[in-house]
């Protein structure tokens, strides 16, 4: 205890760690405060910096959109010189015109484009898809997607596999965005699995896609399961009955989420020539697929299907039990409820259910 | 005399480029933030045409129609609304609303279409 004063050495010891943690920890609060304080007084500075900024942008933007007597060429180059001087500027005007491109449309939308190119914010996001923050990345995809501006494929389609699910949904939704013959091309290239709101995204993009829907059994031998589940789930909604041949293969997919979503779709589609084989498959498959084998039985099968089922459905299983009630009640109304009781006894009723 | 045109917006960059806009049109304009705020006004002042959004806070859009159509049966009414779906455009034309401008909106459309709802009265 060197560091104290000589009177305080006549002290015992324990008042002397008390003293040196008390000052410490004064020191501590002291310095948190100050850290504390410079961050609000940073927050406010940017904050007001903004609050400025808007209103010349809003200004600036109506003139330049608005009003004829506007000088553009030059008010563009002073506006960007003055007042667009560091990435913050930049961020806030991208904010503001995104803000312009949702809600005008028409020759407003045009001279929106024009402003993004004018104010250098193009080069400015160029220049972010090539940094390593993954969110800078992200932000400048998400702008160029909304915005409908075009860069070279070069920049984006390493982006499709970005260890980051947020730049990578991003990356697809830009590509998907663009005017082209194939907009599911880059599935090719997705070497990572599609989260599901990814499939999402993606779904929701194609139904304002404006040409010929792609055919979807182009990916259905892809490596990744999600993009084989997501085509699966494409070619029932779009009714692209030519491959159901194909579809059918796939009930017999390693991956059990495949499996699933290749007996929904044919189910939706009504392929009656699946039910043979999911037949044959049921007592090899989980809980989750065997109920969906048996909800695809209720809805396009019938009560002879139900039977050939059913002396794989272990009475211990309760969910199955309970679906598989469900359905001999649903093609049999008027079978006798002792009947469907001697169910929890032994298995071999079970056939004997709907007799 | 200028023609007055009530604004009744919450998103403040449309509710600049509106006035900025209808300005330029040779029009005065008023603007109110949220349907409360609407009232007001149209207690206070007089109006030629009212342009209104329909998602609005405190009070909606659809009662703040309601209302004008109930006290203010003279004044024609603009809506401009982001909803697409057919009922609702639908609703807005049997309250009485003389125009439903979808968005994102053209600026040119938008002035052409209030010059025309004013030269109805």
């Keep these: 205890m060197d560091i104290l004063p000589t009177s305080f050495k006549d002290w015992p010891i324990i008042l002397e760690i008390n003293l040196v943690l008390g000052i410490s920890f004064l020191i501590l609060a002291f310095m948190l405060l100050c850290v504390v304080f410079y961050l609000r007084i940073y927050k406010n500075m940017r904050n007001s910096r903004k609050e400025k900024l808007e209103i010349l942008l809003l200004d600036f933007i109506n003139n330049y959109l608005f009003n004829d007597e506007f000088d553009k060429s030059k008010e563009i180059m002073e506006f960007g010189a003055r007042h667009l001087k560091t990435g913050f500027d930049r961020k806030i005007a991208l904010k503001q015109l995104l803000i312009f491109h949702e809600n005008l449309k028409g020759e407003s939308s045009a001279l929106i484009k024009e402003l993004f190119f004018g104010l250098g914010l193009y080069n400015f996001l160029i220049s972010d898809l090539t940094k390593a923050a993954w969110y800078n990345k992200a932000r400048a995809l998400f702008v160029f997607c909304h915005m409908d501006v075009k860069i070279p494929e070069e920049l984006v389609e390493p982006l499709i596999n970005s260890n980051r699910n947020e730049v990578r949904q991003q990356a697809i939704l830009y590509l998907l965005n663009q005017p082209a013959d194939n907009p599911l091309g880059f599935l090719d290239k997705v070497d990572r699995g599609l989260t599901l709101w990814q499939q999402i995204y993606m779904e929701d993009s194609l139904k304002n896609y404006p040409g010929d829907m792609p055919d979807f059994s182009k990916w259905l031998d892809h490596k990744i399961a999600s993009v084989v589940i997501f085509c699966l789930k494409m070619i029932a909604d779009h009714n692209q009955f030519e491959n159901t041949p194909a579809m059918l293969k796939l009930i017999d997919h390693p991956d059990p989420g495949v499996r699933q979503q290749a007996i929904i779709s044919l189910r939706k589609m009504e392929v009656q020539e699946m039910l043979p084989i999911l037949i044959h498959n049921f007592p090899r498959e989980s809980t989750a697929l065997k109920q969906e084998i048996l909800k695809t039985i209720r809805e396009i099968g019938s009560e002879k299907e139900l039977q050939l089922v059913a002396p794989s459905i272990n009475s211990k299983d309760r969910a199955l039990k309970i679906d598989y009630l469900r359905i001999a009640r649903y093609f049999n109304p008027k079978i006798a409820g002792s009947k469907l009781k001697a169910f929890n006894t032994d298995q071999l009723g079970l056939s004997k259910l709907s007799l | ?121």
């Design chain 2, 1 to 121: 005399m200028k023609k007055r045109i009530l604004v009744i917006e919450d998103n403040p960059m449309v509710v600049k480029s509106l006035e900025f806009k209808l300005n330029k049109e040779g029009y005065e304009v008023f603007t109110a933030v949220d349907g409360r705020n609407a009232m007001e006004q149209l207690e206070a002042e007089n109006f030629d045409l009212i342009l209104t959004d329909l998602m609005l806070p405190f009070v909606s859009g659809s009662q703040l129609i309601e209302h004008i159509k109930k006290q203010f049966p003279s004044i024609p009414v603009i809506v401009l609304s982001s909803a697409t779906q057919e009922n609702i455009i639908t609703d807005a034309f049997t309250m009485g609303v003389d125009d439903f401008i979808t968005k994102p909106f053209s600026p040119n459309e938008l002035a052409l279409r209030v010059k025309r709802t004013l030269g109805k009265i």
